[in-house]
């Protein structure tokens, strides 16, 4: 978080076409500082569930792996689609092997594997002495 406390971000959307718009469709964004679990249980019934749950570059299998496990749980439970991507391989198969833990059954193409739409930029990994890191240059896993 900045300094002051607070951030302000403004999201700039893709509208949805006339046709889209007259069917009910919509793009919905929505910001919370809590996490995925934290979120639902806060929303309740009036939850709506996603089409897709993407997590990019979340540090599940590492730094932040003592947050995600409840997410796991419900993510598996109430069958969202979902996607994980991570920084480098390591990430990948720790952050697979804790959605399989959760009972996720990963489908084979989305990882653990090299993300062919990652970032081409690399750099080199960071509290290591040897390896690379590319933004989400990893898929993790992948389930519905």
């Known amino acids: 978080m900045p300094v002051r406390g607070?951030?302000?971000q403004t999201t700039f959307s893709p509208e949805v076409c006339s046709a889209c718009a007259q069917r009910g469709r919509k793009?919905?964004?929505e910001h919370a500082f809590v996490t995925y679990h934290e979120f639902v249980a806060n929303k309740g019934s009036e939850f709506e569930s996603p089409d897709i749950c993407i997590a990019f570059n979340s540090g599940?299998?590492?730094?932040s792996m003592h947050t995600w496990p409840?997410?796991?749980k419900l993510l598996v439970e109430q069958k969202i689609p979902t996607l994980f991507t991570s920084f480098n391989r390591e990430e990948a198969e720790g952050e697979a092997a804790l959605?399989?833990?959760?009972?996720a059954t990963l489908h084979?193409?989305?990882g653990p594997a090299k993300n062919p739409r990652g970032s081409l930029k690399v750099g080199p990994a960071q509290m290591k002495l040897y390896g690379f890191y590319a933004d989400s240059g990893w898929l993790a896993g992948g389930f519905k």
């Open 6 to 8: 607070g951030l302000t």
């Open 27 to 29: 793009c919905i964004h």
């Open 60 to 63: 599940a299998s590492q730094a």
């Open 70 to 72: 409840p997410t796991f």
């Open 99 to 103: 959605l399989r833990a959760a009972g």
């Open 108 to 110: 084979p193409d989305l």
